[in-house]
């Protein structure tokens, strides 16, 4: 049963990271590329660290696989932040479907 549940995770975080690569490929702009690269392939290395932990099945395999996963749960929001931040700032265009800006408005106040 173990073997199933991990093959299960194993291919879906592999779908995961496979969608966040075409995503990257595929999308329009920087805004949307930072969407895809954290949120598919954060998900996508979740569910092959659960896989794995469940493979190896000992507390300390667990204890591995949690610690990475935090820090990636910790560390890719704050890139994809500042990523996006620092392409705002650097006039990067935003997609022509573009509907909104709401930044623009903050930074019309502020000045």
Known sequence: MTDIVTAVLWLAGSVFALLAAIGVLRLPDVFTRMQASTKASTLGLGCLLLGAALQLGDLAAFIRAASIG??????????????????????????????????????ERGA
Do not use: M
């Open 70 to 107: 935090a820090f990636v749960l910790l560390t890719t929001p704050v890139a994809g932040h500042v990523i996006a931040r620092a392409s705002y700032f650097a006039d990067v265009p935003l997609w022509k479907g573009t509907v909104l800006d709401e930044r623009k408005q903050d930074f």
